[in-house]
């Protein structure tokens, strides 16, 4: 993706010192355009924990990165093996509802056990932090691909005229490596001269889709126009949208979809519109293990003080303001639950399928526990 007309990914080892880790700040956006260093694991698990990375993909690269630098810090410890447990159990404990980060975890576990000493174990390390990152970025890039075909028909069945398409939260280039899930077949369209146009939910309580999703559309020249949460049901009933693309967190075996909070309320609105309703996702995204997604994905509930509270860009800089009552308390889940009845299809890297455990389940016959990439 080109930040000003330069590529960027959302996260990198910094030039002429591999031993720092530098991603892009996305709490500072779309205000301003901050890169930050990582140089510790406790670093690496404030910045997922705090929001300054997020989303699938790129939580779970950053995990990777951190087991790198974990192992790092364990060659200059006198228990290696302890020191690295210590690191994958303070990550894991994080974000718990998304499947990439543990993941991410247990793959450099599997690996830095293969290897004989603490050189050879940050050597694999760093591959396979650089081997996570790679391949979400090029299954991003093949989803885009397989979800094209499904813009450019409405498109054809619309005459030429812009296809409307509704999103929600954040799943574009700065929740993954590059491209992005939800986001990759939007821009393989626009990039085709496709006539597309996105309806980006701002997505509260800490607002991804007016803040991140709106900033990079913006960047790659797609029209866009910013609604409130609860706006999707209207315009779906007046025919305003042609298909909804979200993304995913989690994703049973079964076709149950975790994401962020508000995503079931579209699901269900779009069901009884006839809306097309596409979840788009890596096969790093399925819990290969888990079936029943409203008892079995674990739902992250975060601060309250996030919907107490709603910060933005004032003329002195970012500021920060109480929206509610004083001694109002609040609850902040941070995802729902979509069950596969709601689910039009998910497009992976693969291709399409639908979202049922035969569908899903002959389309990646090779994974088990661990995506291709642990094979």
């Not at 994080?94 to 793959?107: E, G, I, K």
């Not at 949208?241 to 079964?254: F, L, P, Q, S």
């Not at 029943?292 to 303001?321: K, M, N, Q």
């Amino acid at each position: 993706m080109k930040v000003n007309g330069r590529h960027f990914r959302t996260i990198w080892l910094k030039e002429n010192d591999p031993r720092v880790v530098q991603v892009i700040d996305q709490r500072a956006l779309p205000h301003r355009f901050v890169i930050a260093e990582i140089k510790t694991v406790k670093q690496a698990a404030a910045a997922i924990r705090d929001m300054l990375v997020r989303g699938a993909g790129l939580i779970g690269a950053t995990a990777g990165y951190a087991m790198y630098l974990a192992a790092l810090e364990a060659s200059r410890s006198t228990d290696f093996e302890a020191k690295l447990f210590q690191a994958a159990g303070e990550l894991k404990a994080t974000r718990p509802t998304a499947v990439n980060l543990a993941r991410s975890v247990d793959l450099q576990l599997k690996r830095l056990a293969l290897a004989p000493t603490p050189e050879a174990k940050i050597a694999a390390a760093l591959g396979t932090a650089m081997q996570i990152a790679d391949e979400d970025a090029e299954f991003c890039r093949r989803i885009g691909e397989h979800g094209l075909g499904l813009i450019q028909r409405l498109s054809k069945n619309k005459n030429g005229a812009p296809v409307h398409i509704l999103t929600h939260c954040n799943a574009g280039w700065l929740a993954f490596v590059d491209y992005g899930s939800a986001t990759a077949p939007i821009y393989a369209a626009h990039d085709l001269g496709v006539s597309v146009h996105v309806w980006v939910d701002e997505t509260r309580p800490r607002s991804q889709g007016s803040k991140l999703t709106a900033w990079e559309l913006g960047e790659h020249g797609v029209p866009h126009t910013i609604i409130a949460d609860n706006t999707g049901g209207h315009l779906m009933q007046h025919g305003m949208v042609d298909m909804v693309i979200v993304g995913t967190d989690r994703t049973t075996c079964t076709g149950d979809v975790a994401n962020k909070i508000g995503t079931y309320l579209k699901a269900l609105a779009a069901k009884d519109n006839g809306v097309p309703f596409y979840v788009a996702l890596p096969s790093s995204s399925f819990d290969w293990k888990l079936r029943d997604g409203l008892s079995e994905i674990p739902i992250e509930e975060r601060d309250s003080d996030e919907v107490r509270f709603a910060d933005g860009w004032h003329d002195d800089g970012h500021t920060e303001v109480r929206v509610c009552p004083e001694k109002s308390s609040a609850a902040n889940y941070g995802f729902d639950v979509t069950p596969r009845r709601l689910v039009t299809g998910l497009i992976t890297e693969r291709g399409l399928c639908e979202a049922n455990e035969e569908s899903i389940r002959s389309l990646f016959p090779d994974l088990a526990g661990f995506a291709a990439i642990a094979e």
